[in-house]
Nanobody, 122 residues
């Protein structure tokens, strides 16, 4: 059973930074592609960033230059460093893992965490 536990969310002022962590059970982080998604109230969950076990990354255009995904295989943890936060980044952020070999990293995730709230005040 794959378990993903997010942490690091909170309230921050616009322009500030947060680092989200996703601790995974077993060797998930080193074996699977890992992604971050977010869902704001009244909207659908959207892709934010992802990283393959080989290190290939993808991210949505709205976070380019501000958010960075990384992972630490020894700690079974994937991170999302978020800088220059904006009020529109306010959402629940979810960590996800997949076994799919689909080239696009934006779909086809098998396992999900419970989410962590990020609130950016203006």
């Amino acid at each position: 059973q794959v378990q993903l536990v997010e942490s690091g969310g909170g309230l921050v002022q616009a322009g500030g930074s947060l680092r989200l962590s996703c601790k995974a059970s077993g060797r998930v982080v080193s074996s699977y592609s890992m992604g971050w998604f977010r869902q704001a109230p009244g909207t659908e969950r959207e892709f934010v960033a992802a990283i393959t076990r080989g290190g290939r990354r993808d991210h949505v255009d709205s976070v380019a230059g501000r958010f960075t995904i990384s992972r630490d295989n020894d700690k079974n943890t994937v991170y999302l460093q978020m800088n220059s936060l904006k009020p529109e980044d306010t959402a629940v952020y979810y960590c996800a893992a997949r076994t799919s070999t689909l080239y696009s990293l934006r779909f086809d995730y098998d396992y999900w965490g419970q989410g962590t709230q990020v609130t950016v005040s203006s």
